[in-house]
């Protein structure tokens, strides 16, 4: 992905097994990522067992924030599509024991509908 694909938002697939080489410290015993998007610098990480969302922050990415959310506390998710002149697509999460859902933009070269239906696959589980 060239730097002007992650300036506009282009989130790309990243292969599993390149995904959990690169976080393998992160993951529980028997842990395994089973599918990976990258969307600038960070990631989603859908795992056997839960989602990671990876925050890089700052100027030199040093910083990094990891939010793991087991799929058991995902209450409901939605995804808003690109229109023609909105020009980026949503995905909201609402988490047990917040109000407020997080949101993750993406523009409307990633397949909202193919995100959203590995998320139903891990949430409807």
């Known amino acids: 992905?060239?730097?002007?694909?992650?300036?506009?938002?282009?989130?790309?697939?990243?292969?599993?097994?390149?995904?959990?080489?690169?976080?393998?410290?992160?993951?529980?015993?028997?842990?395994?990522?089973?599918?990976?998007?990258?969307?600038?610098?960070?990631?989603?990480?859908?795992?056997?067992?839960r989602l990671i969302l990876v925050d890089k922050q700052g100027l030199t990415g040093r910083k990094i924030e990891y939010h793991s959310i087991p799929y058991r506390s995902i209450t409901h998710f939605a995804i808003e599509t690109a229109g023609h002149f909105d020009l980026d697509a949503e995905l909201k999460l609402w988490v047990t024991g917040t109000a407020e859902p997080i949101v993750k933009q993406f523009n409307r070269s990633l397949n909202i509908y193919e995100l959203q239906q590995v998320l139903a696959q891990y949430v409807l589980r």
């Open 1 to 49: 992905m060239g730097l002007l694909d992650g300036l506009m938002g282009n989130a790309s697939e990243v292969s599993a097994s390149e995904a959990q080489q690169e976080f393998g410290t992160i993951l529980a015993a028997g842990e395994n990522i089973e599918k990976a998007y990258r969307l600038i610098r960070d990631m989603f990480l859908f795992t056997n067992r």
